[in-house]
């Protein structure tokens, strides 16, 4: 059974807007959490993380929000720009097991101009 | 850009013949890792590395092995491989074991 899930396998945005991905998880161990971004044919590259002490982490356009007791964690993106269609990975892991990471299916973002 | 270079990158292999894909990084970091990504399933880890000759295993680890006699390099080996084992295979690697991984750019493996 998958412990973190992205229950939405696509979205299309238009430039200039919000993009809402958004994950959720089972696993109450999870203590941090990842968004990693992955272009075709590349592997995927870190984004942005979020320890279990807060509930929002922001860098530039992306903004991680954490909520605990839903176990649902959001990335946001504004503006969305096309360079940011891309597919984007949630990935989870508990604090006694480092990088063993537990990923998410992933969500494949479209950003329209 | 991470200097981790992932060979081949794609290979057409038959049904029962072994298989080893090779990672090699430039950064001399202690940690590595294989990955396999398939539809729906994202990233799943089958077998890492926090050192020379320190392996385990991850969370799909039956059907192969790893080596690790560099600290640069990382081989997986599919000692025959199935066609289940049709997949896109990421090594990374990462200076701690809580740092930001770092992927390569993947080896797409057909199993016929």
């Known amino acids: 059974d998958q412990q973190v899930k992205q229950n939405s396998p696509s979205l299309s945005v238009q430039e200039g807007r919000i993009s809402i991905l958004n994950c959720d998880y089972t696993n109450s161990m999870f203590d941090y959490f990842l968004w990693y971004k992955k272009y075709p044919a590349e592997g995927p590259t870190f984004l942005i993380s979020i320890s279990s002490i807060k509930d929002k982490n922001e860098d530039g356009r992306f903004t991680v929000f954490l909520n605990k007791s839903a176990k649902h964690l959001s990335l946001h993106i504004v503006p969305s720009q096309p360079g940011d269609s891309a597919v984007y990975f949630c990935?989870?892991?508990?604090?006694?097991?480092?990088?063993?990471?537990?990923f998410g299916g992933g969500t494949r973002l479209m950003v329209k101009t | 850009d991470a200097g981790i270079t992932q060979s081949p990158r794609h290979k057409v292999t038959e049904t029962g013949t072994p298989v080893t894909l090779r990672c090699h990084q430039t950064e001399n970091h202690r940690y590595m890792y294989w990955y396999r990504q398939d539809p729906g399933h994202g990233l799943r880890l089958i077998h890492y590395?926090?050192?020379?000759?320190?392996?385990d295993k991850g969370e799909v680890s039956d059907g192969y092995s790893v080596s690790r006699s560099k600290t640069e390099d990382f081989l997986l080996t599919l000692e025959s491989a199935t066609s289940s084992q049709t997949s896109v295979y990421f090594c990374?690697?990462?200076?701690?074991?809580?740092?930001?991984?770092?992927f390569g750019n993947g080896t797409r493996l057909t199993v016929t």
């Open positions: 990374a690697i990462s200076r701690t074991d809580n740092s930001p991984l770092h």
């Open positions: 590395s926090y050192g020379v000759k320190d392996t």
């Open positions: 990935a989870a892991t508990a604090g006694n097991a480092g990088n063993m990471l537990t």
